[in-house]
């Protein structure tokens, strides 16, 4: 298996997310919107180690996190800021 260069970001085009089944019976399974933005949450994650800009400076985002506001969140899971 080929691994991307770290600077590679995923792009929500390809790779997985996994998921255990035991989630069903999860508090965040049981409220819809908090599972829509659980999720949103797990495919917006880095995949790896990456550069990315916060406040104009350039930082170095780590696997498993990402660089969000509730104001683009909230506009791409279509959902009011306070839901979001």
Not at 30 to 40: A, S
Not at 61 to 75: L, N
């Amino acid at each position: 298996m080929q691994v991307n260069e770290p600077s590679t970001r995923y792009d929500g085009l390809n790779g997985f997310v996994k998921f255990y089944r035991k989630i069903i019976s999860s508090a965040v399974f049981e409220n819809p919107k908090l599972l829509k933005v659980w999720t949103w949450c797990l495919m917006k994650a880095y995949w790896t180690d990456a550069p990315g800009i916060f406040q104009g400076r350039q930082i170095m985002i780590q696997r498993g996190q990402f660089i969000t506001g509730r104001h683009k969140g909230s506009a791409e899971c279509n959902m009011s800021k306070s839901t979001f």
